[in-house]
């Protein structure tokens, strides 16, 4: 018994391959999703989050609030026309616009609610939610950076207090001045005066992007996600197959016959593609019908996508054969390069949710560029001939033909060795 | 026919091919002999248009292979040593696809797979996937797919490799009707009674050289190699050899076998073996040392054929 596993420790030992996949992969890909679900700072999110800003007020208040939310350390201020700032949002390049609306420097000197507004994408709800958070301590200090304040608070206090005794109002007053004097030493925390004052606490949230059926960002994010990277797998085994007749001896025989070796390659490329169209279109029709996505009225832009798709996913895979000489070696190195364009490209886990540095990341994966095309057909409703959907479409496409012609190459290398 | 001339090709250090010329004429049965790694399958790799020589020049049915290796391609058929089909489709299926690949109309290419299909016996079992198939009739299938196009000539890389007498006779005579057919072959093969029986000339091939070729006749003529009756005696009676050998022209003796050269060693055997028994030598074996492809690929190469 001893020796029975003593000898199978040393042939482990000896296995490079089976090391490999036993510590080293699994290592780089706890990494990863570390990276990816921002686990790997236990600390503060460091992340610079941009935020584009729209001053519709054009005051000297104004500007100075801006000024105040760009020394946040989290925030990278961006200031847009509004219109620009919406539609950057629609078409999924912000979270949300923050607008300045117009009687911003008004409010402050009477002492009225800041008219503040939040517009957003409803399947970014959640970086929203925490963008909030960290805009109104800001935006309750406001009025305090104004020469104003006092008087403008005084005058809030006493619409407030209008039907009071002048006795109560004295006392009122006299606390308001003290309260007011400590948060403006530093006494008080700027954190606290929001409770105190209760100013500019207030956004108004609007969704500018938001569900018009049950196309939720959450369904889109689980079918497009999941899909892609199932069709990545299934597009492995089909290049596995170039490898199959390889090593049973039908590619050789089919270099016997006069058909040209890169109609081989171009036949398998097609097949591929079929196949992928297939599993794409099932994929959705399944979730249409069982979780009530609309394919019917997005049908021509999904398509695009769909095709795009199995483009570039079919690509990978006859790219991923013409780098092997074995099946066993595509099966490890496909594991590997589809779990981590999976983790990095929004098919585990939402891009946006992701720190910068993995956002930056995920553009080299397929699967970032066809979910993001998938949200702009089923979320963002864009319509087919918009540049931001085509850009995506046209990237999906370049990766394909790159992954194409480098496989074209590589498989063209690799026949001269098949004799 | 088929015109090579200083054929040669190298992997890196390793000289594969180092200057093969030969000629086959039309209807020709052609063998090529050689260890392994004598350069055969690099050869027929070339021949078939998979592999491009360094050096060397290959005319097939007046085509320049390199020019025109499409040309070549249509012309040639190519029976390789793996069976290289689709196991999950039919025999049929296998056969319309590889038809297929050469151009040839549907309905042409179906009637043809049946006819091949009747010939190698497989007609009843067409629609069953080849997976289903045994060794030999898989091989089967695998000429069969090499012979749809009706090319005139056939590369064959050892085609009867691993199978049953039965599959394996059934080939014989599909091969043999071809070459009456008047389809020029070219034939690789371990077993020396199959290139014996097929095979107008052979090539022998060693280190990447033609180091003889001819008929089996001219081969023989070639070689040192004699014919000999060979005695095996009880070693009690084996000191008694010596007393014949002294008598007979050419004959040596190893321990206590004795060899009689003779050019004609049917009718000498009864000569022999009565100088045997007049010496009193108790025999306890007779064979015949012939000069076959066997001994004289030894002779020649210093090697055995399946070195």
Known sequence: MKRIAIKDLKLFLKDRKTMLITFAIPVALITLFAFAFGGINTGEDDREYTLPITDLDQSEYSKEAILRLDTLKSLKIVEMPLEQARQAVRKGNEDGVLILHKGFADSLRDGGRLPVELQYDQAKEMQIGMLQQSLIPTLSMIPFSTGDVKKSMSRRFDKMMAGSSPKIREEVNTQFDSLFNSVSRGIIPENNANSAFDFGSEIKMTKLVMAKDKSSPNLIQAVAGTAVMMLLFSVAGIGMGLLDEKQEGTLKRLLYSPVNPNKILFGKIISANVISIAQLLIMFVFAGIAFGLDIIRHF?????????????????????????????????????????????????????????????????????????????????????????FLSRILILILIGTIMNVVALRMYRKNILRIA | MIHVSNLQKSFGHVQAL?????????????????PNGAGKTTTISILSSILKPDEGEVIISGYNLLKNPVECKNVIGVIPQ???????????????????????????????????????????????????????????????????????????????????????????EVIEKLHRDGMTIIYTTHYMEEAERFCDRIGIIDNGQIIAQGTLNE?????????????????????????????????????????????????????????????????????????????????????????
């Open chain 1, 300 to 388: 021509p832009g999904m398509l695009i996508v769909i095709l795009a798709t199995a483009y570039a996913c079919s690509a990978f895979g006859v790219f991923l054969a013409s780098f092997a000489s074995t099946r066993q070696q595509v099966q490890g190195l496909a594991t590997l390069i589809i779990l981590v364009m999976s983790a990095i490209g929004g098919s585990m886990i939402p891009v946006f949710i992701m720190p910068v540095f993995m956002q930056k990341l995920a553009v080299i994966s397929v699967n970032y560029w066809s979910i993001q095309a998938f949200y702009d057909v089923f979320w963002r409703a864009l319509p087919i001939t918009d540049l931001t």
């Open chain 2, 18 to 34: 180092n200057g093969i010329s030969f000629n086959i004429t039309d209807g020709e049965f052609y063998g090529l002999l050689g």
């Open chain 2, 82 to 172: 793996e069976i290289a089909l689709y196991n999950e489709l039919s025999a049929l299926e296998n056969l319309m696809f590889w038809g297929s690949l050469y151009l040839i109309p549907a309905g042409t290419i179906r009637k043809r797979a049946i006819e091949l299909l009747q010939l190698f016996g497989l007609f009843e079992r067409r629609k069953d996937k080849v997976k289903t198939y045994s060794g030999g009739m898989k091989r089967r299938i695998n000429i069969a797919a090499a012979l749809l196009h009706k090319p005139e000539i056939l590369f064959m890389d050892e085609p009867t490799v691993g199978i049953d007498p039965q599959s394996r006779n059934l080939i014989f």
């Open chain 2, 219 to 307: 081969l023989k003529m070639e070689t040192s190699v004699k014919e000999a009756v060979v005695i095996t005696c009880e070693l009690a009676t084996a000191g008694r050899l010596n007393e014949i050998i002294s008598l007979w022209k050419d004959s040596k003796r190893i321990d206590n076998k004795a060899y009689f050269y003779s050019g004609k060693v049917r009718e000498d055997m009864s000569k022999i073996i009565q100088l045997c028994n007049q010496a009193g030598i108790e025999i306890l074996n007779i064979e015949f040392q012939k000069t076959n492809l066997e001994t004289i690929f030894l002779d020649l190469t210093g090697k055995q054929l399946r070195d």
